[in-house]
């Protein structure tokens, strides 16, 4: 045999191969082919045109499904809009269940502006507190937190983005046990990715407690496959005690929050509050409940009579069943109608062409714009978005600075002396458009006067950028390169 003949094995492989790929060829050089493929890409554009979305993202999704049909096909399954329209359908038979309970009336009608805007678009009408107390850090909140929870009498209802099966998320686990057993009805409403290191046996105690636990569109293989809510998550921060005590803002339930764990803890803002408003926080929970249990709670014992107080504000829940983007608008709108000063603090800014106008409008216009952003981010691919913004609002005149110590996770916004912004949303397109998110707008010259002081102090603690700043290097490209993927983050 020669020595460089191929065993009759590989010549028969060879041979298999070639005429796999001769038919392959024919296949792909087919007519048929390239009409079937041209009628999935009609049949897709008239799908997603028909969602309606800003033309460069539906042109994007275009281009996607069209030349990774497999793959394309799969992210937008996933991750498409279209998952959000079919949600809005649960989230109204929620509302629809709540109507039908027959719950107290919240609020008055408004027909200022601002109040008017968010009462349009949310449906919740200005509201007032007796009290609202501005909690910095996440030991701060989970020391009030906790002590509202051991003096619960009737009950406790508790959503979070993240709950951590680690010391805080233990004590409070325990702790929300023995309410439970004490006879107080415990709601507990978790994320199912944000918590997803909750396990059934670390939740086992709440439930033989008798504690009901629910989760907000749960990591199982049927919804991830069939109902595919991956992208649109409950990034709410919401505690109602015996319907009279309430907190919300921007932490969650873990050890990264707590100074006490961690020196490197997350620098955030949290808010308690008491009076009317409180009944506005309940009927944002017991939508949120309702929607992932099909469950509703309408006993008197839940909506008790609260003082009316006279700390104006209102609640801004936003989602992604919402397409008039509360959360968004009140940015917009109240950076537009700012007389005097503007200071951001958030620590994901990914801002689109609507805040970016309007933060910039306003430098130009003489006002005093101050933007608060961490300088170590959990993120660097936002963080590196981030950056990419910095020479225009800088060129505007707008201040930047970066806190320096750790990471600050604090979301505020702060307008002339009397309107503060504060909640669990970025500035960011997950938070204006995908996430549940929920803020609370006061427009009470105390609350602003408590939030100037604690960004004043945070400032002293920050950096600010040199106006004139260009990114140099290696650095110029993958900030430019993040900010391409700015309407994903």
């Excluded at 909506?303 to 940015?331: E, F, K």
């Amino acid at each position: 045999m020669d020595a460089f003949a191929q065993p009759p094995v590989v010549d028969a492989a060879l041979a298999t191969l070639t005429r796999t790929l001769g038919t392959l060829e024919g296949w792909l050089t087919s007519p048929w082919l390239g009409l079937a493929w041209l009628g999935y890409v009609l049949v897709l554009a008239a799908w997603i045109i028909r969602q309606r979305r800003e033309p460069v993202a539906t042109l994007a999704w275009l281009l996607a499904l069209a030349w990774l049909p497999v793959l394309g096909w799969a992210v937008y399954w996933w991750l498409g809009p279209q998952r959000i329209h079919r949600r809005k359908l649960k989230r109204l038979r929620a509302r629809l269940a709540l109507a039908a309970a027959r719950l107290p009336p919240c609020g008055d009608p408004s027909e200022e502006g601002q109040e008017r805007l968010i009462e349009a678009a949310t449906g919740h009408a200005p509201t007032r507190a007796t009290s609202i107390d501005l909690l910095t850090g996440g030991e701060r909140t989970f020391d009030a937190l906790f002590e509202a929870i051991e003096a619960a009498r009737e009950s406790v209802h508790l959503e979070y983005y993240i709950y951590e099966p680690d010391s805080v998320g233990t004590r409070l686990r325990d702790l929300l046990a023995e309410r439970a057993r004490a006879g107080v009805q415990v709601r507990l409403l978790i994320d199912g990715l944000g918590s997803r290191k909750c396990s059934p046996r670390f939740l086992q105690p709440l439930r033989e407690a008798g504690a009901e636990v629910a989760w907000f569109h749960p990591l199982k293989l049927g919804h991830v496959l069939w109902r595919p809510t991956l992208n649109l998550r409950t990034h709410r921060k919401i505690a109602v005690i015996d319907g009279r005590t309430g907190f919300t803002g921007g932490v969650n339930i873990s050890d990264t929050q707590s100074e006490r764990a961690s020196a490197a803890a997350f620098h955030d803002l949290h808010l308690r509050m008491e009076g009317e408003v409180v009944r506005a926080l309940q009927l944002a929970f017991a939508e949120d409940w309702h929607y992932a249990t099909g469950r509703t709670f309408s006993e008197a014992m839940h909506w008790p009579p609260l003082p009316i107080g006279d700390v104006r504000c209102q609640l801004v829940p936003s989602g992604p069943d919402n397409p008039l983007a509360p959360i968004h608008r009140v940015h917009v709108e109240a950076l537009h109608n700012a007389k005097r000063r503007v200071w951001l603090m958030t620590p994901y800014f990914v801002p689109d062409a609507a805040v970016l106008l309007a933060l910039t409008s306003a430098a130009l216009s003489g006002l005093d714009v101050r933007l608060l952003l961490p300088r170590r981010n959990d993120n660097r691919l936002v963080r590196a978005a981030a950056r990419s913004f910095y020479p225009e609002l800088l060129e505007a005149g707008v201040r930047v600075f970066e806190f320096q110590p750790r990471m600050l996770h604090g979301k505020a916004l702060l307008v002339d002396d009397e309107i503060a912004l504060i909640g669990s949303a970025n500035v960011d397109p997950r938070s204006f458009w995908l996430n549940f998110e929920l803020s609370v707008l006061a427009r009470d010259a105390r609350v602003a006067a408590r939030l100037a002081a604690r960004i004043s102090e945070d400032l002293e603690q920050s950096k600010e950028v040199p106006r004139g700043w260009q990114p140099s290097g290696l650095q110029a490209y993958t900030d430019s390169a993040a900010r391409l993927l700015a309407p994903l983050l």
